[in-house]
């Protein structure tokens, strides 16, 4: 990948969390400051995906069927274990390879355009979306068209922070999302609806990830919130590529179809703004 790569793409910041929603053009942003910005819940998007998805790869995946929707979300591709599941299909190593790829060519993305995280990022589990999320029947905590910030009922991070890379490979559909207010926000508005987590919660970190989980879970379960709250609307269109803390941005995904998805954990130590992290603020906040 060239370094002149930051100059030479188009992408703009655009903020979550706000009535009328900040954007911040790339072409004024240095890596740090792209960083600060995701870290504050940004997200950086790309008109025109900077990935190479080769037009025999896209045909191949738009192709692709997922096995029994109601076990598997998604089909998943997991580097560390070299699998993929939740495929129905009789050419896995194709499907592989695509995904390896995809995951690959992010990977070093990362490490170049938002450069303060080089080597500082650990992979989790990719996707490939091959359903359309408009009206999929799932159960109320599975339901990916209620607001939430992410946190994963079978990976604890231990208070890594969760970015994750999209890219709509869709060749006519809009993927649309709604935001909502920031993990920072939504901690201060509910902090007193939740149970504290246990006292010894920083120096035992699945006691984190307890906690995410269930503030994930009351986010959905809360119909008010979801009715009434803040609610930001994105349409991210066909070949575009966006970037997001999924663990501070809360969202909802209310319609499209084909998508690819890497998940990086990012160390939050190496964080711009470490202070920012849910597993800091949270220490702030039952301090
Ligand atoms: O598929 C999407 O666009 C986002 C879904 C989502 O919220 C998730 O996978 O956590
Ligand atoms: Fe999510």
């Known amino acids: 990948m060239p370094a002149t790569l930051q100059t030479a793409l188009d992408y703009r910041v655009l903020m979550t969390g706000e009535e009328t929603p900040a954007e911040y053009s790339g072409d004024r942003l240095d890596a740090r400051e792209t960083c600060a910005l995701l870290e504050q819940g940004g997200i950086l998007y790309f008109p025109k995906t900077p990935f190479t ?60 355009f938002l450069s303060p995280y080089k080597g500082h990022w650990e992979l989790d589990y990719g996707s490939f979306r091959p359903l359309e999320e408009k009206n999929r029947a799932m159960r109320l905590r599975a339901r990916n068209d209620l607001l939430h910030v992410d946190s994963f009922p079978t990976r604890a991070t231990g208070g890594k922070r969760i970015l994750r890379v999209f890219t709509n490979i869709s060749p006519d559909i809009l993927r649309i999302w709604n935001t909502s207010e920031t993990f920072e926000q939504l901690l201060d508005r509910f902090q007193s609806q939740m149970k504290p987590p246990k006292t010894s919660w920083l120096s035992t970190r699945p006691a984190y990830d307890r906690w995410m989980m269930q503030f994930h879970n009351h ?26 803390y999924t ?39 039952y301090r």
């Open 247 to 285: 663990d501070f941005v809360s969202h909802a995904v209310l319609s499209g179809q084909y998508a690819l998805e890497q998940t990086f954990l990012i160390d939050q130590t190496h964080q711009v703004m470490p202070e920012k992290a849910p597993i800091n603020l949270l220490a702030s906040a």
């Open 219 to 244: 986010l959905k379960e809360n119909r008010r919130f979801q009715e009434r709250g803040l609610k930001n609307r994105w349409e991210f269109p066909p070949g575009s590529s966006w970037l997001v």
């Open 53 to 112: 998805l080769a037009p025999e790869e896209g045909a191949f995946l738009l192709n692709q069927r997922q096995a029994d929707s109601g076990r598997h979300k998604n089909i998943s591709y997991k580097a560390a274990q070299h699998k993929i599941s939740g495929a129905h299909t009789d050419d896995t190593s194709t499907l592989y390879r695509i995904m390896e790829d995809y995951c690959r060519q992010t990977g070093q993305f990362i490490d170049t």
